[in-house]
């Protein structure tokens, strides 16, 4: 069980007014990380994974991290939507010094085995607004069509996003 943040902890005040909400009762764990080790090229990582269930809201999220001999390589987030059968990548990250090594490619293909899992039958892969710079639109489009992503231009404000993938299993 993770740590519940109360509401009259330090941490609880420093939350926007939007995840105060899902903070009133916390973030709760009902299982423990589960680890498993991939083999990448030539390097082993470790995946770590945990499903996050807000109880204000009811909604499912997977966590999944990826580590190298302890250290931090990269990350997504999973937002799971049941009435419409969709997950969304809300987080897919690897620090710059690490990208170009197939870390966020098994990252994706783990998000898309967890998506399956939760019943989704699409995917979406958003570029973020702040990362859609001249260098980074081209690369995210890149990315995503060579990974079987339907790619598109979808500038929008909220949620803030400039580009969108998607995938239909």
Known sequence: MEKVVS?????????GHLERE????GWRTPNSKKRRQ?????ATYQFTHRELITLARGER????????????RGRMHIQHDDGQRISTFTELWVPREYRRRGIGT??????????????????RLPLHEADASDIGRPR???F?????YAWKRKVSRRPNYDGLGVKSF
């Open 22 to 25: 899902a903070c009133v009762e």
């Open 7 to 15: 509401e009259n902890s330090a941490a609880f005040r420093t939350f």
């Open 38 to 42: 991939a083999q990448v090229r030539e």
């Open 144 to 148: 995503a069509l060579t990974n079987g």
């Open 106 to 123: 098994a990252l994706l293909q783990a998000g898309e085995i967890y998506a399956r899992a939760a019943g989704s039958d699409r995917v």
């Open 140 to 142: 995210a489009e890149g």
């Open 61 to 72: 999220y997977d966590i999944v991290e990826v580590r190298e001999r302890g250290d931090f």
